[in-house]
């Protein structure tokens, strides 16, 4: 099953998105991916609770600009402070002990030193720049991060257990 670590924007920022014309949400909504992998099910609790223990100080990310992702996916590049860098570190020794994945391609190219964090805003990448100047330059404290999984094509949110 496909898992998904993530973080969300605040809601001045989401609300500013999703004022935006064209915008064609993915099924989890905003959010900015920390993490994406596949794991049996049956480990999930343990996984919970392992990421539960992860602790981290809040920290302030920028929005930086535009980009497109996936070929058809637009994003907003976030600034990557060394405390989202160090989170998302945390995470993946987390993950590596439930799955059975190949890292060494995946994570060369997007996750660890290479982790080039943004925000997915929709499915669509056919928008005016002149329109999404707004959202340049917002910033945004993540004090929280979430984890879901892909059941039948749409993401369900699963409680973490904050120790």
């Given at each position: 099953?496909?898992y998904?670590?993530?973080?969300r924007?605040?809601?001045e920022?989401?609300?500013l998105?999703?004022?935006?014309?064209?915008?064609i949400?993915?099924s989890?909504?905003?959010?900015s991916?920390?993490?994406?992998?596949h794991?049996?099910?049956?480990?999930?609790?343990?996984?919970?609770t392992?990421?539960?223990?992860?602790?981290?100080?809040?920290?302030e990310?920028?929005?930086?600009?535009?980009d497109?992702?996936?070929?058809?996916?637009?994003?907003?590049?976030?600034?990557?402070?060394?405390?989202?860098?160090?989170?998302?570190?945390?995470i993946?020794?987390?993950?590596?002990?439930?799955t059975?994945?190949?890292?060494e391609?995946v994570?060369?190219?997007?996750?660890?030193?290479n982790?080039?964090?943004?925000l997915?805003?929709?499915?669509?990448?056919?928008?005016?720049a002149?329109?999404?100047?707004?959202?340049?330059?917002?910033?945004?404290?993540?004090a929280?991060?979430?984890?879901?999984?892909?059941?039948?094509?749409?993401w369900?949110?699963?409680?973490?257990?904050?120790?």
């Amino acid at each position: 099953m496909k898992y998904l670590v993530y973080f969300r924007p605040n809601k001045e920022l989401s609300d500013l998105i999703l004022r935006q014309s064209n915008i064609i949400m993915t099924s989890l909504g905003l959010h900015s991916t920390l993490y994406v992998f596949h794991m049996e099910s049956e480990q999930e609790n343990n996984l919970v609770t392992d990421l539960s223990k992860i602790k981290f100080n809040p920290f302030e990310i920028e929005t930086l600009g535009f980009d497109n992702f996936d070929e058809n996916s637009l994003v907003l590049k976030l600034s990557r402070p060394d405390e989202l860098l160090q989170l998302h570190k945390k995470i993946i020794p987390v993950v590596k002990n439930y799955t059975n994945e190949d890292f060494e391609g995946v994570e060369r190219q997007y996750f660890g030193d290479n982790y080039s964090p943004h925000l997915t805003i929709s499915k669509s990448s056919y928008f005016s720049a002149d329109t999404l100047k707004e959202l340049i330059g917002r910033k945004d404290i993540i004090a929280k991060y979430y984890l879901a999984k892909k059941i039948d094509g749409v993401w369900k949110e699963i409680i973490l257990k904050i120790i």
